[in-house]
């Protein structure tokens, strides 16, 4: 035990999955520290969206989801381990190396009997391995979400704060007009 | 990577990743000097976000109107979320938030010097904007490039953020430079006060620099040091005097042949002082992350208490 932290501040690690709009495609932004996956939610939307937008947010302890690098499946050593009952998985891919806030992003929806399968059946179903540089095999039965009604009080409000936008400030104009009146 | 490869070959092969743009993400293999870069150099980033809530955080009940309190209260907010993206980035190397954190409460960890010095009048709230986070991003738009995707996604998010404070200083600065005489004394005040701890944001010159070298390599920096130091002068200099702003440099001079802005010598010395424990600010800073996480005890163990209960009983 440490004498400073009194090992009181780890707690599970949750990833983040955003959906900016309804029917737009969920992303993983980030992680956040929670005692539970309904602290993890209230944590998300305080670090993830200060500002809009945001329709719908997930929650999965990390420890739930398999993920696999293209360099990690070239040397897969995987356990079968395909005997469990079906199950329905989200499955999510990096298919970019352009810079980007987002990393993995939803492509489709597996019914598998482990992650492994599930995993197995979404690199023939979606795509090659060759062009996905990550895969994340995400259990339904793992997620925590917003819901409709979370809208209003979870994410309206950032709407408007327009002041928390680079936009609301006019400073491009200050300087160029100063610079003109300082060349007179 | 193929386990049956040698040390030299999967070093060659990460080398080549690097070289043909793509992003090393948790999982891969990577050399054990690049992941300690990492830690050293996240780790110390999301600390520099935390204690940089306190300098701002002092004038959030003196702010002289309702908009002002607004925006510096969202951007302080933005600094605690920062923290926690970049702690995240770190945490996917292998080191745990809670090593972290210790570290920052004994004072092991280092952060951004800046965050060594006092905040003495409202116009420093501005400066701190336009100058010390101007330099900030500087330094996050070329992370941005990064080559290990946690940290380049955190950056990208961060200076998404970062432009906001920045422009909210830039506005405020530029208004009192064009005010009543008290207020461009007071803003004139603030620039003399952090020109300097500014330009040592970018640390130490490139031959003092041993880490550059092997982060450039590696495609974690893309610029030294003193480029983007110099970068940051130049466009800092031009806007400043367009304002009638001056800078407390007697040795300032424009280079003709370079086309860059000459400033006198830095007071190295003074950066080593402040790095090494002893700026004005270092104890009072450490004191109140200290205090702060000693009065959030009680929120920690309630909501785990809460996380621990017994399922509820429908009604």
Known sequence: MNEIGRRDTQWPLYEVFMQEKAERPFQSVGAVHAADAEMAILNARTVFVRRPACHTLWVVPHSAILMRTSEELADDEEDDADTGEPQRYQIFQK?????????????????????????????????????????????????TSTDDDDIDSLFAPAYDKIYRQPSAYRTFTAIRKAKHSSNQ | MDKTLTHEEQLAEFEARIARGEKIEPGDWMPAEYRRQLIRMISQHAHSEVVG?????????????????????????????????LYHAAESLGISREEMLDALLAGRAKYSSIFNYPTLNWADIGVIGWLVDGAAIKNQTMLAQASYGPYSRAMVRICAEETFHHKQG???????????????????DSINRWWWPTLMMFGPHDSDSPNSAVLIKWGIKTKTNDELRQEFINEMVTDLTAVNLTLPDPDLHFDEASGNWITGPIDWDEFWRVVKGDGPCNAERLAARQEAHENGRWVRAAMEAFAARPERVMA
């Open chain 2, 53 to 85: 809530m306190l300098p701002e955080g002092a004038w959030i009940t003196r702010a002289p109107n309702l908009r002002r309190k607004m925006v510096l209260i969202s951007k302080v907010q933005d600094e605690g979320g920062h923290g926690q993206y």
């Open chain 1, 95 to 143: 298919t970019s190396q352009r810079r980007a806030m987002v990393y993995v992003g939803h492509v489709g929806e597996i019914t598998a009997v482990s992650p492994q399968h599930a995993l197995r059946q979404a690199i023939d179903t979606f795509g090659s391995s060759e062009d996905v540089f990550v895969w994340w095999v995400v259990p339904n039965a793992a997620i």
């Open chain 2, 170 to 188: 830039k506005e405020m600065v530029i208004q009192y430079a064009q005010g009543t005489p008290f207020q461009r004394q007071m803003v004139q």
